[in-house]
């Protein structure tokens, strides 16, 4: 199914740093930063406008006050840094804030597949509570910013928080159903679906974030958008053009607005 494109891995990427030793702390040792440090600042879920996103919107007064004492710094990613990399030791998961991010495995020539594109209020680094490291990578698509949530202390907030622990459910859960989603769409639909299901998946995402679902920039290259859908570079750009010709979308570099919603659902 990923047989048809797979892109070559950016030859500017850092190198994979050295494993974390005994003492490191919540943030991965390699990549360990202060909060008075630059790049990590103080947050609070309490006041977050992204809060019924990522989380659940009826946690009672005191569970929010909780919860600020686990979620208390966010973190920049510049555009093309790595979050985390493969078998980096996991400790925490992260809530996208602003910007967003791919999520890429590396074949052991060096190419990558992405298996994911992540917008604000949504998770990263479930991946890791599997094994204890990362199995994957992920690399901000432009200038980001990302909570950090400690799993240690989440998972002891999950203990006396019922609502805590189904919406952890929640979040495997929803990465199941969506990589079930995606093997099912590779092994089922043809270019031209791929792609009307992409982009209807990315406008419903946006819509329940509060921002236009009819017209979005996609912060994603095609190159990249191909690799997800399994698709090479040049179909997905004739997919794009046969849209834009079939009155469905209007492309305007990396801006698309989407013409007609129901006849691309009907795709």
């Given amino acids: 199914m990923y047989a048809e494109s797979v892109c070559e891995a950016p030859s500017s990427a850092p190198s994979s740093p050295s494993p974390a030793g005994p003492g490191a ?4 040792v390699n990549r360990q930063r202060h909060v008075s440090e630059p790049g990590c600042l103080s947050t609070r879920c309490s006041t977050c406008s992204l809060r019924a996103v990522c989380m659940p919107a009826d946690l ?15 973190r920049h990613v510049r555009r093309g840094e790595a979050l985390f990399r493969a078998h980096d030791v996991f ?28 917008i604000p209020g949504e998770p990263l680094g479930l991946d890791g509570v599997c094994s204890g490291t990362h199995s994957c ?8 910013t990302v909570c950090i949530i400690p799993f240690a202390q989440f998972e002891s907030f999950c203990r006396d928080s019922r ?22 769409m590779l092994g089922t639909m043809t270019a031209e679906q791929r792609l009307a299901s992409f982009l209807l998946d990315l406008a419903a995402r946006f819509r329940a974030r509060g921002y236009s679902g009819a017209q979005f920039n996609l912060k994603m290259s095609r190159e990249e958008i191909g690799c997800y859908l399994g698709l090479k570079l040049e179909t997905v750009s004739r997919m794009f053009s046969r849209f834009h010709r079939d009155g469905l979308v209007e492309p305007k570099g990396k801006q698309i607005r989407i013409v007609d919603a129901q006849a691309l659902a009907r795709v």
Avoid: C
């Fill in 25 to 28: 702390a919540l943030i991965p």
């Fill in 60 to 74: 009672s007064s005191i569970e929010i006050r909780q919860l600020d004492t686990v979620v208390l710094t966010t």
């Fill in 91 to 118: 400790q925490s998961l992260y809530a996208v804030r602003t910007g967003s991010f791919k999520t890429i495995v590396m074949h052991r020539d060096g190419r990558e597949q992405v298996i994911g594109f992540q």
């Fill in 137 to 144: 990578e992920a690399i901000a698509l432009e200038d980001s």
């Fill in 163 to 184: 609502r805590m622990q189904h919406h952890l459910y929640y979040l495997m859960s929803s990465e199941i159903v969506r990589e079930s989603s995606l093997m099912m």
